[in-house]
């Protein structure tokens, strides 16, 4: 079955910087657009970015562009997300997300909070 495991979250200092990552399994992973959601509490999940199956230049939300940035291991079916100048308002859980065989799948996320 697919499944999606995120790593990398933790608690840092503004303009500070983290790479998340999310290891992929029961599905051709290089065959697959990639992407990676956040959810802040109170608010809705958003996409903060996606990556098409080559990789490439990847696409991003405004609040992210500059800062954040998506890449892919084809290899090592992982997509990982660079996170730089982070901001608190960057702070959320991180989900990493695929749609494979026209369902929707999420990992547990990674918490990321930051804070002084």
């Known amino acids: 079955q697919v499944q999606l495991v995120e790593s990398g979250g933790g608690l840092v200092q503004p303009g500070g910087s983290l790479r998340l990552s999310c290891a992929a399994s029961g599905f051709t992973f290089s065959m697959y657009t990639m992407k990676w959601y956040r959810q802040a509490p109170g608010k809705e999940r958003e996409l903060v970015a996606s990556?098409?199956?080559?990789?490439?230049?990847?696409n991003y939300a405004d609040s992210v562009k500059g800062r954040f940035t998506i890449s892919r291991d084809n290899v090592k079916n992982t997509v990982y997300l660079q996170m730089n100048s982070l901001k608190p308002e960057d702070t959320a859980v991180y989900y990493c997300?695929?749609?494979?065989?026209?369902?929707?799948?999420w990992g547990q996320g990674t918490q990321v909070t930051v804070s002084s």
């Open positions: 990556i098409t199956t080559t990789g490439g230049s990847g």
């Open positions: 997300n695929v749609f494979v065989r026209y369902s929707f799948y």
